[in-house]
């Protein structure tokens, strides 16, 4: 039998533990609300100021002196651009390293280096990456200041995301379905295309659009390798004018992309350019939104149809 | 190693299709002179009806000379007479260039609107301010006047990059980067705007167009010419000859290589007679009429060099800047 001193006692403590819960919990509502209300703060103050800015002629003119006529057009397809060489070339080789790392590679010191290597990788501040391809791409390769050399150079970023994001993901998939494949005879390729591939695209692909996001807002290395700040003109469309264009002619075509042109117009001494800015910020960030979307819907899609 | 050489071919196959591109001019430098040239390029596109694409970098005075020496642009914007260094540079690239000036700019000096007891300010006051040996000492108003009163003495300007920077300090300290390290630096002027709008014992100074769009939140000050006069910045008091010795003039670099070009060509000659309207209209101050045209006469004889010989000067006046024999 407890005496009710006892009784007394226990319930003091419990009382004492809660009140802990309850404190801990507050702080960790307060500490989520900072970032949180933040992102919040500037998003709307952002979208107040900015999206009354939003027109179809916004999205349909050049940059231009008077910021009533001045739109994102040359920016808007400027970023677009880059991120679909972005995408092309990183996608392969992030894929391509991330598997043969997991799959293929022996464990030994060498694999080792290299994986240690990776991770540091991804902690490198983005200006490095840009000085790298400011002496590779622009001068060693010759692409100039063009949209193929943004583009390689922001894969060169996200590469390390990549890699990460799939050997995390082949990672999840259980050791018996490897072992299972091997068991019926399957060569190392035949378990990867049948089975690890798609049983990780789901990882592989929010680890992609996760680092595509990281890009898209990236301003330092672009101005690096020499993004141009007025551009009033779209790289030349395949099979356009006259005599016609390559297809890959807007590769090496000269650019500007979205937080360029935000970062121009936030350094403009009339207040209407502050507007731009504004507008020209909600839609990049409208436009990360909607990839990190894209990534969860896709992610759904995906893993419905995975079935051990 | 084997790779890099694919890729240098890949490379050469993407250059290969890439000649027959339109017409081209590309423009890189002072992101002073940006606007006005950025004007005159959108109105130039209009103009031709986008058979030639112009593209305007930022990369700064320095940055757009180095650019320019290295022959990957056709035109350069320079906010200062190209340095010593920059010329040899050029010269050891075999690049020749025609310098051209295109507007001035008038260095506005300015203090918060609250602060009455400063209407105009001499060039030996502002030394006093801003002179390397004020560091640490001339902390107070009262420091560099004993009838102003004993407040803090805030400083705002440009980063030692710009060169809105290196003329103040060739204007004011007699020497251009010669200045007090101890004061707030920004790189963007909308900083120093906010700087001084927001603090009663501010001083500041940059580019007019910045004054003129933010009149409501700054006074500017007046300041004493060589003759005695105080000056009110504005874009007649620069026409005049009169707001000295703080306006000064901003320059296009065109390399002589690309004058051959037509549409180069084309938009310098479109740049010099437009100029002048489109500079008013983005809050410069054109130059004379006459200046142009002495400069649209240089442009067509290639006098190639520069009128300065790589050393700064503060108080030329453009008329005679045209006619001296450039120096290369």
């Known amino acids: 039998m407890l005496k009710a001193a006892d009784l007394d006692a226990i319930r003091a403590i419990i009382t004492r533990a809660k009140r802990w819960d309850l404190f801990f919990s507050m702080l960790g509502i307060l500490s989520l609300m900072v970032g949180v209300l933040t992102f919040t703060v500037l998003f709307v103050d952002m979208a107040i100021q900015g999206v009354p800015r939003l027109s179809y002629e916004f999205f349909t003119s050049f940059p231009s002196r008077r910021a009533e006529n001045a739109g994102i057009l040359s920016a808007w397809v400027g970023t677009i651009l880059v991120m679909l060489v972005t995408a092309l070339s990183a996608v392969p080789l992030g894929v391509a390293a991330g598997v043969y790392l997991e799959e293929y590679a022996p464990k030994n010191w060498v694999t080792d280096i290299i994986e240690i290597n990776i991770s540091n990788l991804a902690g490198i501040p983005s200006i490095v990456y840009g000085l790298l391809a400011l002496g590779l791409f622009v001068y060693y390769f010759g692409f100039g200041q063009s949209i193929l050399s943004a583009g390689l150079t922001l894969a060169l970023l996200i590469l390390p995301v990549i890699i990460v994001a799939t050997r995390e993901s082949i990672r999840a998939i259980p050791q018996s379905i490897h072992e299972g494949s091997y068991a019926c005879g399957a060569t190392t390729w035949q378990t990867v295309s049948d089975h690890i591939l798609p049983y990780s695209s789901a990882g592989i692909l929010t680890g992609v659009i996760i680092g595509m996001a990281r890009a898209i807002g990236e301003t330092a290395p672009i101005i690096t390798i020499g993004a141009l700040t007025f551009i009033a003109f779209l790289p030349t469309a395949p099979f356009a004018g006259d005599p016609p264009a390559g297809l890959f002619d807007w590769i090496l075509a000269p650019f500007t992309v979205m937080p360029i042109q935000m970062f121009n117009w936030t350094s403009r001494p009339e207040a209407a350019f502050t507007v731009n800015a504004a507008a020209a910020g909600f839609v990049l960030v409208f436009m990360t939104l909607a990839m990190n979307g894209l990534a969860i819907y896709l992610r759904y899609q995906l893993r419905k149809n995975i079935k051990w | ?328």
Request: charged share 25%; net charge positive; with cysteine.
């Open chain 2, 1 to 328: 190693m084997k790779s890099l050489k694919i890729a240098a071919v890949v490379a050469g196959v993407f250059a290969a299709t890439a000649v027959h591109a339109q017409a081209l001019v590309k423009i890189d430098g002072s992101s002073t002179v940006f606007p006005v040239t950025e004007a005159v390029a959108e109105d130039f596109q209009k103009a031709k009806k986008g058979s030639v694409r112009v593209t305007v970098g930022i990369s700064g005075t320095g940055g757009g000379f180095k650019k320019f020496c290295r022959g990957e642009t056709d035109i350069s914007n320079a906010s200062r007479p190209i340095l010593k260094k920059e010329m040899e540079e050029c010269a050891k690239a075999g690049i020749k260039y025609v310098e051209l000036p295109v507007a001035f700019d008038a260095l506005t000096v300015v203090v918060n609107p609250k602060n009455t007891f400063i209407n105009q300010l001499t060039v030996a006051e502002l030394k006093k301010m801003w002179e390397p040996a004020a560091q640490g000492k001339v902390m107070k108003w009262k420091d560099v006047n004993p009838a102003w009163p004993d407040a803090p003495l805030k400083l705002f300007g440009p980063g030692a990059d710009s060169g809105t920077f290196d003329y103040f300090t060739e204007a004011v300290n007699g020497k251009s980067k010669s200045s007090r390290g101890d004061f707030t630096a920004s790189e963007d002027d909308n900083v120093l705007v906010q700087g001084v709008s927001r603090d009663n014992n501010a001083l500041g100074f940059f580019g007019f167009a910045y004054y003129d769009e933010n009149k409501g939140k700054l006074k500017a000050v007046q300041i004493v010419n060589p003759k005695g006069k105080a000056v009110t910045p504005s874009i007649d008091a620069v026409m005049a000859g009169e707001y000295e010795p703080l306006a000064r003039p901003i320059f296009i670099y065109v390399s002589a290589k690309s004058m051959d070009k037509p549409e180069v060509k084309d938009f310098v000659e479109y740049y010099l007679k437009e100029g002048g309207k489109l500079a008013k209209e983005v809050k410069y101050v054109p130059l004379g009429a006459a200046d142009y045209k002495h400069a649209q006469d240089n442009f067509r004889k290639k006098k190639t060099g520069t009128a300065f010989g790589g050393e700064a000067e503060v108080g030329v006046k453009v008329a005679d800047l045209l006619k001296r024999d450039p120096k290369e």
